[in-house]
């Protein structure tokens, strides 16, 4: 279980890191750059739904026990916390967005960062069944299969049929 908490933590930790310095970015691009923010926030929107997709597909990939709950966890954590870390940045490096604006973060913004990581990483999961080869499913052979009794040819001490090689 200790394994499964650093899983969502570190999920967590690291997009809403992630998407507070995206959203930094923006609202400082926003300010320097007001008629061309259209296109820069749409990529960035682009990079933070890859981010989460690609992480769900290798989850998947790696057959991370629990993703659904992994992940649901680490929204949620990446939902509040950047937009606390949003907020923060902006004030220190935009332009002094102050406490007011926390309400709004924490309701609004959170709640659709938390889908913006949910919903990719659900999409990622079904991309990595895609590309996940199942483990030892080119190792095995009909004759490996078990018979009746549980025990493969191996096991039985029996010849397999057919030329060696």
């Known amino acids: 279980m200790r394994r499964d908490g650093r899983t969502w933590l ?3 930790v690291v997009l809403a890191v992630v998407h507070a310095a995206a959203e930094t970015v923006r609202a400082d691009f926003g300010v320097h750059h007001p008629t061309s923010r259209t296109v820069f926030e749409a990529i960035m929107l682009g990079v933070l739904v890859g981010v989460a997709a690609v992480w769900g597909a290798v ?3 790696r057959d991370v026990p629990e993703r659904g709950r ?3 966890i680490a929204a ?3 939902g509040w916390g950047a937009a606390i870390l949003g ?3 902006k004030s220190i490096f935009v332009d002094q967005t102050g406490v007011a604006e926390l309400g709004g973060a ?3 913004g959170a709640a659709f960062t938390a889908l913006l990581v949910l919903v990719p990483a659900c999409i990622g999961f079904l991309a990595g069944r895609w590309i996940r080869v199942p483990r030892g499913a080119d190792e095995r052979t009909e004759s490996d299969e078990p018979d009746e009794s549980g025990r493969d040819e191996r096991q039985r001490g029996g010849s397999r049929s057919g ?3």
């Open 10 to 12: 570190l999920r967590g």
């Open 59 to 61: 989850d998947t990939w």
């Open 163 to 165: 030329p060696r090689s």
């Open 87 to 89: 907020l923060v940045g």
């Open 76 to 78: 949620l954590i990446t």
């Open 106 to 108: 924490l309701t609004g």
């Open 70 to 72: 992994v992940w649901l």
